[in-house]
């Protein structure tokens, strides 16, 4: 990207050019976006893919599931998600990555085509969610997040960085919807057995029409108050193990 420099008598450095990136930025991001996409989508036959899947578009517990059928919109989605964590960036060792709800395995897919190792997991019983990660051939498990239940152990080794976008998990739009003492439960649990020591939680939560927000608000002051979280507008949440 071009940028520009001066320097005057006390070698300060630009103003200028953080100006030209952050104006430039969004133009920038759509453009990577687009072409990671263009990218990712190659490695896939379509026809096959759909192929594989239509037999069982009405076997979803949610006519909702449907809207994943759109592969190009949801992939580009998911290599967005992947810049906003500086996946394709990332130098060393290639990040441990904990996927949860990974329905259809478009995040897992775009995390390992940069490089990145991925296991996620979902409910059981939605069979297309099964055929298109059967598909993709990524490794996606059977599991049912319930209150004040450990998560199960799906690796020797902790993980990196822990993923959940579009969150449902936690009673969503229902009168089951956590409180305090179950977020906390899941919290603790995920950063004492499940997040290295400098692992971090990245989760992009549902909003829901019954609250008038994303998360209670005790819910959401308890998180700020006890863990180093980062808020990324109103739906996007950043919570590092230290």
Not at 51 to 67: D, G, M, R, T, W
Not at 157 to 168: G, S
């Given at each position: ?15 200028i ?57 949801w ?6 998600r992947?810049?906003?964590l ?8 290639p ?45 996606i ?10 998560l199960e152990?799906?690796?020797d ?12 998990f ?24 499940h997040?290295k ?46």
């Open positions: 990207m071009l940028t520009y420099k001066y320097y005057s008598s006390g070698n300060r450095m630009p103003v050019s953080k100006i030209v990136n952050r104006l430039y930025a969004p133009y920038l991001s759509h453009w990577r976006s687009k072409r990671h996409t263009d990218d990712v989508l190659a490695t896939i036959d379509h026809n096959a893919f759909r192929k594989a899947l239509l037999p069982f578009k009405l076997e979803v517990s949610n006519k909702h599931y449907q809207k994943y059928l759109n592969t190009p919109y992939m580009r989605m998911n290599v967005i992947a810049f906003q500086g996946l394709p960036n990332k130098t060393g060792e990040l441990h990555i904990l996927d949860i709800g990974s329905g259809f395995g478009y995040f897992p897919y775009v995390a390992r085509f940069f490089n990145h190792r991925v296991i996620g997991f979902d409910l059981p019983g939605e069979t297309l969610f099964d055929k298109a990660v059967e598909f993709l051939e990524l490794d498990r059977h599991f049912r997040i319930d209150p004040k239940k450990k152990k799906f690796s080794e902790k993980f990196d960085l822990v993923t959940a976008f579009q969150v449902c936690n009673g969503h739009r229902s009168e089951d919807r956590w409180g305090v003492e179950e977020w906390k439960f899941f919290l603790d649990d995920l950063f004492t057995n997040l020591d400098n692992g971090k939680l990245y989760m992009d939560l549902n909003y829901d029409p019954q609250i008038g927000a994303w998360l209670p608000e005790d819910v959401m002051s308890f998180i700020k108050s006890n863990y180093n979280c980062k808020m990324n507008g109103f739906s996007r949440i950043t919570i590092s193990n230290k």
